[in-house]
């Protein structure tokens, strides 16, 4: 999220979005890793991994509105949706192994 002021031509609104940019390229580089596909041949995919029943607890009500939240922006943003609902902890782990060992990563 980015504070922006009434007026986005203020010297205060200049002043935060360097600061906020400055502060960004100094603590971020490292977890930045290189995309190595031409722009050109990269496919966009997002693997959204949501339990709503449990054992144990109470059903997460309403946990299918952010899911499908979730799913329209990343589709908006030209992501193919991989969704994976209620999955026990060794289910998520093959899911994202599988999701790591795609070939258009």
Not at 74 to 85: A, F, K
Request: glycine content about 4%.
């Amino acid at each position: 999220l980015t504070f922006r002021p009434h007026s986005t031509d203020s010297a205060t609104h200049r002043k935060m979005t360097l600061s906020l940019a400055d502060r960004c390229s100094k603590t971020l580089p490292s977890q930045i890793y290189p995309i190595r596909l031409p722009r050109e041949t990269r496919t966009r995919r997002a693997l959204l991994i949501c339990n709503i029943e449990f054992e144990h607890l109470s059903r997460r009500d309403g946990a299918e509105v952010d899911v499908e939240g979730m799913r329209e922006l990343l589709e908006g943003l030209g992501y193919t949706v991989d969704i994976h609902l209620n999955l026990t902890s060794e289910e998520m782990a093959k899911v994202m192994e599988g999701f790591a060992d795609r070939k258009e990563h």
